[in-house]
Each structure stands twice: as structure tokens, then as C-alpha cells.
């Protein structure tokens, strides 16, 4: 008969030390246990049971008559060494056959090992995340949408709601200051469009009609797109990236508890700022791509800057500003309210604060364009 003792110093005085020994008998390898198997009694004796332990040997049968305190961790180990937990459900100790129950799914749980998945099944896998992923993020702009128009609905019934303060430092950031970047890039867009009316015009012989090309180009598509793109790049970052902080410093859970709501004092007034101060960039943007054009023309074909305006006055109609100008709050609210939601959507860490900040302008400028298209549609169909 073979036999292995183990023993281990208790950890707590009172407690009697964890032993164990392996037989060699009839029916097999048989484990001996005594003393407390307990959390204070175990030490490192689980470790040394399994050095004892053989390639493929494991104890067919638990001895437990020297057995003295056992709990949930003590089980745990003996189920490790056995293998299974058929011998501490086989023994006579009711408080082994539910320790048994206890910790038996766990370690059984443990010891499954999920088959490799295929090529096909992985591929798939990987849209229906995507999908869900997707439907996600749907659903969570849904949710944002519907709170603002709620937050909205509020001030609108009670204007005293609403926070001067940030609203109007909302739109000395993101508009005023924004007013001279605006109408340089659009001065330049006027400019282009200009050379390149002139180049392609003057070959048949009517290079006039670059007024009207700019004119249109600027007040009906360039003036409000740039603008709002501007807007986008400069404003849409900034409002998910200053939430986004609040959020990672937990200063929008303090508002919750003092009982300011979040949207009242965040979200609405970067939106009114966004709906008042995007229609004057657009007017920005349209006097300054008009000026770009206008000195092209001078420049390049001779055209006076006085011939050049009144030929705008005379042959642009007024309507394809106004287009431009209805487009602007569109853009604006987009704009606000991506930059909002994904502020608010920022988690704890600063990787979740620079995907939230990429995120809000390429869904700015995504839905800005967007909604372009779907105008010029619509224009398009009512023949304007």
C-alpha cells in the first residue's frame, strides 16, 4: 500500500491544519483527508495534493472519517483533486453533498472547453455583432432625439428654464469666433469656383456668366455646406469633448443628484446656440465666397467688382439664397445634437472620450451632406 501524507500549517489559532494522504487500494487510488478544510485551514495544500498527484491518476474514493470543519473552499480544492464531484456526493456528510452542489457547476464549467468555431460561423458572427452593434447605436439616437425634443418642449412652455449664461458663451465660441475661419474658407471656395468658371467658360466665349456661376454655387450649396462643415470640425468636437469630461469626472452625476437635469443645462443651450449662430455663418460664408469671386473675376477676366455685383443682383435670384439660409438649421441642429449625444455617451476613460469626439464630427459632416442631397431633392422637385 503506497502512501503520500501532506500536512499545512493552520493560518488562524483554533483552527486545526489541513492534511490529506493517498492510499493505494483495492478499489484504486483512495484520498484520506482530516482536519479543517476551510479557507483558514487549506494553505497551499490544494497546490500540493495536485504535485502529488500523477499523469491521469486521480483518487477514485474520499476517506472522510478524520474530516473536521469543511466549507465552500475546502470543497472546491477536493473537487480540483478528485476530478469530479461523485465521491463528495457518494459520502456520508450531508454538509459535503451540498458543498458538492455548491461549487460542482462552477469547476464542471470550468473544465468545458468550447469547440473551435468555423470560418463560416465566425463570419457570421461577426455581422450579427455588427448588426447589433448597429441597432444599438440607432436606438440610443432615438433615445437622445426624443429627450431633447422634450427638453425643447420644456423651455418652450417655461422660457425662464432656459441658462443665459452658457448659451450666450456657447455663441461667442462656437460662432462669433468662428465667423473670421468661415468666411476665409469660403472666400477661397468662391475663389476656385471662379477659376475654374473662368477657364471652362471662356472657351465659348462667355465668361460672364461666371457671376452667375459663383453666385448660385455660393448662396445655394457652398456658403451653408462649408459653413456647417466648419461648424462641425470646430463645435461638434468641443461639445462632446467638454460633456465627455464632465462625464469621465462625474461632474453630470453630481448635477443628477443636486436636481439640475442634464439636458437643461448642457444639451439645450449648445443647441439654441448652434440654431441661432449657423444661419449667420452661412451669411458669412455667402458674403465672403461672393467676395473670392468677385476678385478672381477682377483679376482674371477683367470683370469690374461694381459689373460683377450688379450682374449678381440683376440675374441670381434672391430665391436660391433663401435655399441656402433654410438649409443652415437643419445643419445646426444635427451638428448640436451629435456633438451632445456622444458627450453624453462618453464612459469613464479617455479612450471612450477620443471615440466619442472622432465620432461626433464624422457624424456631423456624414449628416450634413446627407441632408444636402435630401434637400436638393426636394428643391429639385418643387422646381425651385
Same mark, same amino acid.
Request: glycine content about 10%.
Given at each position: ?32 483527508? =482530516?482536519?479543517?478544510?476551510? /479557507? ?27 474530516? =473536521? ?15 469530479? #464531484? ?31 468555431? @468555423? ?80 477657364? %471652362? ?8 456668366? #461666371? ?7 455660393? %448662396? ?94 440683376? #440675374?441670381? @435670384?434672391? #430665391? ?39 465620432? /461626433? ?24
Amino acid at each position: 500500500m503506497m502512501s503520500v501524507p501532506g500536512h499545512n500549517p493552520p493560518f488562524e489559532v483554533g483552527v486545526e491544519s489541513a492534511r490529506y494522504e493517498l492510499r493505494q487500494s483495492g478499489e484504486g487510488l483512495c484520498l484520506a483527508i =482530516g482536519g479543517d478544510w476551510t /479557507a483558514f485551514g487549506l494553505g497551499n495544500l490544494p497546490t500540493e495534493i495536485m504535485r502529488s498527484l500523477t499523469e491521469g491518476s486521480r483518487p477514485k474514493a474520499l476517506d472522510v472519517q478524520s474530516l =473536521g470543519h469543511v466549507d465552500s473552499a475546502g470543497a472546491l480544492a477536493l473537487v480540483e483533486a478528485l476530478g469530479s #464531484t461523485a465521491p463528495l456526493e457518494a459520502s456520508d456528510r450531508q454538509d459535503l453533498r451540498r458543498l458538492a452542489d455548491l461549487v460542482g457547476a462552477p469547476s464542471e464549467a470550468r473544465q468545458v472547453t468550447e469547440p473551435a468555431a @468555423s470560418a463560416i460561423n465566425t463570419f457570421f458572427a461577426r455581422i450579427g455583432r455588427q448588426v447589433e452593434r448597429f441597432i444599438g447605436q440607432i436606438w440610443a439616437v432615438m433615445d437622445f432625439q426624443g429627450r431633447l425634443v422634450v427638453a425643447l418642449g420644456r423651455h418652450l412652455r417655461n422660457p425662464k428654464r432656459l441658462r443665459l449664461t452658457p448659451l450666450f458663451s456657447v455663441m461667442e465660441q462656437a460662432g462669433i469666433n468662428a465667423i473670421p475661419i468661415v468666411m476665409m474658407m469660403c472666400f477661397f471656395i468662391g475663389a476656385i469656383v471662379a477659376l475654374v468658371g473662368a477657364n %471652362l467658360l471662356s472657351t465659348f466665349g462667355v465668361s460672364a456668366f #461666371t457671376v452667375e456661376l459663383v453666385g448660385v454655387a455660393i %448662396l445655394r450649396e457652398f456658403g451653408a455646406v462649408i459653413a456647417a462643415i466648419l461648424f462641425a470640425g470646430r463645435s461638434a468636437s468641443a461639445f462632446a469633448a467638454e460633456i465627455g469630461a464632465m462625464r469621465m469626472n462625474q461632474e453630470v452625476d453630481a448635477m443628477k443628484v443636486m436636481g439640475v437635469d442634464e439636458f437643461d443645462a448642457l444639451v439645450v443651450p449648445r443647441v439654441l446656440a448652434a440654431l441661432l449662430m449657423v444661419p449667420i455663418l452661412t451669411f458669412c460664408g455667402d458674403i465672403g465666397g461672393i467676395l473670392g469671386g468677385l476678385l478672381v473675376s477682377w483679376a482674371t477676366m477683367d470683370i469690374s467688382p461694381v459689373f460683377f455685383l450688379e450682374r449678381t443682383v440683376d #440675374t441670381v @435670384s434672391l #430665391t436660391h439664397f433663401w435655399i441656402g439660409l433654410v438649409k443652415a438649421p437643419f445643419f445646426a441642429l444635427v451638428i448640436a445634437a451629435a456633438g451632445c449625444g456622444k458627450g453624453l455617451a462618453v464612459s469613464g476613460d479617455t479612450e471612450s472620450l477620443g471615440k466619442g469626439v472622432t465620432s /461626433a464630427v464624422v457624424q456631423s459632416i456624414f449628416l450634413i451632406i446627407m441632408f444636402d442631397a435630401i434637400f436638393a431633392v426636394i428643391f429639385m422637385e418643387l422646381d425651385l
